[in-house]
């Protein structure tokens, strides 16, 4: 039986991406000088890892001739990232406050930037995650 790419691999892939994106810039935020002291949250690292690692899982079952019980990996994909993004937001949502109103300068402005950018990227993954539970990755070809 032959299969037929359908849009939700392409809306997949760009989860990947946004997922990947979140988390390169959660570990680069995690670095600066501001927000070190806070180190690696096991939990965000951990959900926005595990949450890749099932899309593409998603995306190589969905190839073949997928099972029923595949059929969670979106949604499991999905309360990943809303983990992951949660917990990310409220480890920073104090240091943006503070950098906001007192501690304003280029230096903590610098690290808010790559707190917000990460921050969005993981947002937009966790949106594009539930849009794409709604899309097949592949279908049998007619």
């Known amino acids: 039986m032959k299969?037929?790419?359908?849009?939700?691999?392409?809306?997949?892939?760009?989860?990947?991406?946004?997922?990947v994106?979140?988390?390169i810039y959660y570990m680069i935020n995690c670095n600066t000088a501001y927000f070190?002291?806070?180190?690696?949250?096991p939990v965000v690292?951990?959900?926005?890892?595990?949450?890749?690692?099932?899309?593409?899982?998603?995306?190589?079952?969905g190839m073949k001739n997928q099972p029923m019980w595949a059929d969670i990996l979106p949604v499991a994909t999905s309360v990943l990232l809303?983990?992951?993004?949660?917990?990310?937001v409220s480890a920073r949502v104090n240091g943006i406050?503070?950098?906001?109103?007192?501690?304003?300068?280029?230096?903590n402005m610098a690290d808010l930037n790559s707190a917000i950018?990460?921050?969005?990227?993981?947002?937009?993954?966790?949106?594009?995650?539930?849009?794409?539970?709604?899309f097949d990755v592949?279908?049998?070809a007619a």
Not at 82 to 88: A, S
């Open 3 to 19: 299969r037929k790419i359908c849009a939700g691999l392409y809306v997949n892939l760009v989860t990947i991406i946004a997922t």
């Open 36 to 41: 070190a002291n806070l180190g690696v949250n």
């Open 117 to 134: 950018i990460g921050i969005t990227a993981c947002l937009i993954a966790t949106v594009i995650s539930i849009v794409a539970s709604f």
């Open 45 to 61: 690292a951990g959900c926005i890892i595990a949450a890749v690692i099932l899309q593409i899982v998603l995306i190589v079952i």
């Open 82 to 88: 809303m983990l992951g993004t949660i917990n990310f």
């Open 21 to 23: 994106v979140g988390f």
């Open 97 to 107: 406050a503070a950098i906001i109103t007192f501690e304003n300068n280029a230096e």
């Open 138 to 140: 592949t279908k049998e």
